[in-house]
């Protein structure tokens, strides 16, 4: 089973602690919540958060999920996780803020 991850702007990730669930503001209208598997992030963080020092890398118990999240083809031949529900804060099995290094690219070195 590999490792089911969603990046997190830290502010909406912190403004879901009072509800004990989270859901970014483009689950509103996108009815499902983007994740990635690891092979995936940097792809994901080049194209949509580069430069970006306000992400949280979350790791998510993908057991959890059941039949809401789904991998699915966004057009470009390559299946990514979508998560049709709000993420529990009880299935998030790790937190890592992500630095910019010197050059102002996240740092990955730890995956």
């Given at each position: 089973?590999?490792?089911?991850?969603?990046?997190?702007?830290?502010?909406?990730?912190a403004a879901?602690?009072?509800?004990?669930?989270?859901?970014?503001?483009?689950?509103?209208?996108?009815?499902?919540?983007?994740?990635?598997?690891?092979?995936?992030?940097?792809?994901?963080?080049?194209?949509y958060y580069?430069?970006?020092?306000?992400?949280?890398?979350?790791?998510?118990?993908?057991?959890?999920?059941g039949k809401?999240?789904?991998?699915?083809?966004?057009?470009?031949?390559?299946?990514?996780?979508?998560?049709?529900?709000?993420?529990?804060?009880?299935?998030?099995?790790?937190?890592?803020?992500?630095?910019?290094?010197?050059?102002?690219?996240?740092?990955?070195?730890?995956?």
């Amino acid at each position: 089973m590999s490792r089911l991850m969603h990046l997190a702007l830290a502010a909406e990730l912190a403004a879901s602690a009072e509800n004990d669930i989270y859901a970014p503001a483009g689950f509103a209208t996108e009815g499902f919540i983007h994740c990635c598997w690891p092979k995936q992030l940097a792809g994901v963080i080049e194209r949509y958060y580069q430069g970006r020092d306000d992400l949280v890398l979350l790791d998510l118990d993908q057991r959890a999920f059941g039949k809401t999240l789904v991998e699915e083809d966004p057009g470009n031949g390559e299946k990514f996780p979508h998560l049709y529900a709000h993420i529990p804060l009880s299935t998030i099995t790790a937190k890592r803020v992500l630095l910019l290094d010197g050059n102002g690219n996240v740092d990955l070195s730890f995956l």
